[in-house]
């Protein structure tokens, strides 16, 4: 860049990833999702974002992903350009971005929920500011959700603390395809400390992306009744969220795991991204919940790693099981020590520059 850019707008967001337990696979219209999906923010596994925005410099959008130019700013411009319509004060500026992933770029962890619903928090922000609105505001999360879909469709869950739920479903009013909205009102304690070891198989490039994958389900022959299974999982988790139920909740996400998977394997052409290693875990989790009583389960998201999914008030045996029956199975013994998170929060410090960490055994 040459010349002296005046800076004249900035914003910082942390958000986090998320995963989720009722899948959302196959898209309609722009970004809108075939079935409604349930998921939960991560604490440990989060992008932190800033924009800076300018009038006189001679580069349109700057995006630096650790310190470095990265090829994804190439997304990044045709997502600003969609914007545009959303945000015309878009094409008035000039952006730097810079960006930080907690987790390394190979861990397997989806990092474009957590990528652009730390971009749209930040653009929100700047719009809220330009336009002189509050951004206390409750539409503030619902901007920034809409937002952050039109980035990356699972995305638009990421802005919230703890659960939320994304696509048109009878359980509440306000839910759309548009936007996420947050669930918190009457979940049982027994939740607020759900842990999710992300126990790492694989950590290469997907041999089919997840827009391929949505796409697949437009002529699925399961299409229909994929979407009919989606919204009984979905009452049924949710009244197991209410209730406290482990036993449901246990059941209904590991359906949702092996109904997404099925999916990418009846699809034409189909696929599949599981592992044996995926299906040594699968076995050894459900032979651990069988023989402990311990309330354990699986889910996965679209790859072959497995998200072993268990209570805090299991936490030391659980770690156990972990480290003496399950890391054999993972690449290099690696994995991530997450949980569900508060959720993202703003900034005033810009990402550090360093170089992501590598997950090690107990992730930190
Ligand atoms: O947001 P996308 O287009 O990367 O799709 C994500 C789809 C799944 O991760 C497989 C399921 C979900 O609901 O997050």
Request: with cysteine.
């Given at each position: ?15 986090p990833?998320?995963i ?20 939960f923010v991560l604490q ?117 603390p703890g659960f ?27 939740f607020s400390g759900l842990r999710d ?112 999914l268990?209570?805090q ?25 997450d949980g569900i998170g508060i ?22």
């Amino acid at each position: 860049m040459t010349g002296t850019a005046k800076l004249t707008y900035f914003s910082h967001w942390r958000c986090p990833s998320n995963i989720a337990l009722v899948k959302y696979w196959g898209k309609h219209d722009f970004q809108k999702p075939m079935n409604p999906s349930l998921s939960f923010v991560l604490q440990n596994s989060f992008t932190e974002t800033s924009v800076e925005l300018s009038k006189d410099s001679d580069q349109k959008v700057e995006f630096y992903f650790e310190g470095a130019i990265s090829n994804f700013g190439e997304r990044i411009k045709k997502y600003l350009i969609q914007l545009s319509g959303r945000l015309p004060w878009v094409s008035k500026y000039n952006f730097r971005i810079r960006s930080h992933n907690s987790f390394p770029h190979s861990a397997g962890i989806a990092s474009s929920a957590s990528s652009f619903g730390a971009l749209a928090l930040c653009l929100t922000e700047l719009d809220f500011t330009l336009s002189g609105k509050e951004t206390g505001n409750p539409d503030f999360w619902q901007k920034a959700s809409e937002l952050a879909r039109m980035g990356s469709g699972s995305a638009c869950r990421s802005v919230y603390p703890g659960f939320s739920i994304w696509g048109k479903t009878q359980l509440f009013e306000t839910s759309g395809d548009e936007y996420a909205i947050p669930v918190t009102e009457g979940i049982s304690p027994v939740f607020s400390g759900l842990r999710d070891a992300i126990l790492m198989v694989d950590s290469g490039t997907k041999e089919v992306s997840s827009s391929a994958g949505h796409q697949l389900m437009t002529d699925h022959i399961y299409q229909r009744s994929r979407i009919a299974q989606a919204h009984e999982n979905i009452n049924e988790l949710y009244l197991s969220l209410l209730t406290g139920d482990q036993e449901k909740f246990v059941a209904v996400v590991e359906n949702e795991a092996l109904s997404l998977h099925a999916m990418m394997m009846t699809s034409n052409p189909s696929f599949i991204l599981l592992k044996p290693n995926s299906l040594e875990l699968i076995n050894r989790i459900r032979q651990i919940r069988e023989k402990s009583g311990i309330p354990v389960c699986f889910t996965i998201d679209a790859g072959p790693n497995i998200h072993l999914l268990y209570f805090q008030e299991n936490e030391l045996e659980v770690r156990t099981f972990i480290e003496r029956e399950l890391l054999t199975f993972c690449e290099d013994g690696k994995w991530i020590d997450d949980g569900i998170g508060i959720g993202p929060e703003a900034s005033p410090k810009p990402p550090s520059r360093q170089a992501s960490p590598d997950p090690s055994e107990g992730g930190e």
